[in-house]
Every structure is written in C-alpha cells, then in structure tokens.
C-alpha cells in the first residue's frame, strides 16, 4: 500500500527546525504501519493544483494524505472531492475541527494507523460559488477579524493568538454590518446583521457544545445569523460563548438546507472559506455535494 503525502509548507514561513521536525514526526508515524509513504512539502497556495495532479495521474496513489491544520484538510478535500481517490486525515492543526468530527485521533501513529487499517468512506463538502470547504464559510465580521489579523501578523511579527485578540478589538470598534438579502427554501429574508455562518451539515450550538458536528452525511447545510445585532448584544453572545452559555434557539436564527443564495449590494464581498478568507463577487451560491469526497476513516 502506497500513499503520497502533502505536508503544507506554509508558504515558506515555518521555520527550518520545524519543518525537519514536521517531516519526522510523519515519518515515524508511518513506519510502523507497513504503509509506503511518498512525502511532499508543497506550499499551502498549490496544494489543491498538487493534490488534483496526483489523483488524475495514471498511476494515482492508494490515498492523498493531507498532513496539516483544517486549511490543509479543506484545500486536499476540494481536489479529491467528486474522484475515486481516497484522503487521508493527518491532525498537524491547532484546533483540527474536521478530524475531530470525523472521530479521526489526533495523535499522529493512531492517525497513521487508521489510514493503514481504515476503510474509505463518503462525505459531503461544501460549496461556495466555486471554493469548496469541508467545515464552514462565513461573512461579516469573522472574515474581517481573519484578514486584519494575517495583516497585523505579516506588518508587525505578531503572534497568532495575540494577532486574532487584537484584530477583535480593532474590529469591534468598527463592527461592520452586511444588508443582505437571503433566498432559501424557496423564501427570501431580508436582513442587516453583524455575521452569517454557513456550515456543511448541522453544528451544534448549545452550551459547551460550540461548533460540534455529529455526522458529515446528512447532505445539508446549517445556516446562523444572529438575533441581536448591536454592539452590546453581540459582546453578549462572547460572553456567553466564553462561559458556555450559548443556546441555538434562543440565541441565533438558524435555518437548514441544501443550497441557499446570499446577495448584497456590493460588487464583492469577503467570505471566510475553512479560516481562509477570499473576495468573492455575490450572489453566493451554496450548496451541499452529499457523499463526494472518500474519508479513511476508523474501521
């Protein structure tokens, strides 16, 4: 058994050290499961092209390995999806959302060892005009924390987390709202409101359960907006996610669907895609693509 795979090279900003360590540790991973394994560095903006290569080679590996954070998982999973080809789940991430909904281990030899044991199944991913996401999408104001945070990470060397603090108060300051207009179910909504959150299946979001999947399979899509749109209601709904507090039905408006359209005024928008934010021209068009990609997942 053959797999290729693809460690993200994070566009040349992982230091030397790391990057060996990175190697390492997947190598060893590997080594005890009887499994061959081709690894390749490729810089985070190729790895959809590469993995795309890979899986319409003549000679297409057993499995595409994606090795890395929830990025890395969404830009393997939007080459694979709708192919024959296999994606195998290696958690590198800080928070590795996809892996944790798919029960995938987040320590490296048991996440090797499904991979080696495992059996391919569908899931559905998701679809923003024609960006691909496996967890969710979003606009407002998290696309704006996200892009004023890279900025803010790239002008003065500051460190992620402290990067995404201070983004959050500069936007918060500013606290943007989107006039949208929302069709789905054969409905259309009218509405002014800080963020709109578009995930593939149904979060949860109840008291500590915050952004938890049960299953991948169901072919939908969640919708959330929220009720209060003002300064003080959504420092509220912080609070009330920091001490676990969240209530869906008392706290957002939530739809479900397959596909759904969003458009606003503007030439262009800014969508959150994985964690990853692009400028993209309205309407959105989302919708579910039920079992397109093949997981290896626990046997």
Not at 245 to 272: C, G, M, Y
């Amino acid at each position: 058994m053959k797999v290729i795979v693809l460690l993200n090279a994070a566009a040349g900003t992982t230091p030397a050290e790391q990057a060996h360590e990175d190697e390492r540790a997947v190598h060893a991973a590997f080594a005890a499961t009887g499994v061959t394994t081709e690894l390749r560095r490729v810089d985070g903006h190729h790895l959809t092209d590469t993995a795309r290569q890979i899986a319409a080679a003549e000679h297409a590996p057993v499995a595409v390995v994606a090795a890395g954070g929830d990025g890395t998982q969404s830009a393997v999973a939007a080459a694979l999806a709708g192919t024959a080809t296999p994606m195998g789940v290696l958690p590198m991430g800080t928070l590795n959302h996809f892996a944790k909904d798919l029960g995938i281990p987040l320590d490296l030899p048991t996440a090797a060892r499904v991979i080696a044991t495992g059996r391919a199944r569908a899931i559905d991913v998701a679809q923003v005009n024609d960006r691909v996401f496996v967890n969710n999408s979003s606009i407002g104001l998290y696309p704006h924390v996200v892009r004023h945070r890279d900025e803010m990470r790239e002008r003065l060397g500051r460190g992620k987390w402290l990067a995404m603090l201070l983004a959050i108060i500069a936007i918060f300051r500013r606290f943007p709202l989107v006039n949208l207009r929302l069709t789905v179910n054969g409905q259309t909504y009218q509405h002014t409101t800080p963020f709109v959150f578009v995930g593939n299946n149904h979060y949860r979001i109840d008291r500590l359960n915050l952004g938890q999947r049960t299953t991948l399979e169901n072919g939908d899509l969640c919708v959330y907006f929220a009720r209060r749109t003002g300064r003080l209601g959504m420092l509220r709904l912080a609070l009330l996610a920091f001490f676990g507090r969240l209530r869906q039905d008392r706290d957002f408006n939530a739809l479900s669907a397959t596909e759904l359209w969003i458009d606003t005024h503007k030439p262009t928008i800014n969508v959150a895609v994985d964690g990853e934010v692009d400028r993209l021209t309205p309407p959105l068009h989302y919708r579910s693509r039920p079992n397109s990609l093949n997981v290896i997942l626990p046997a």
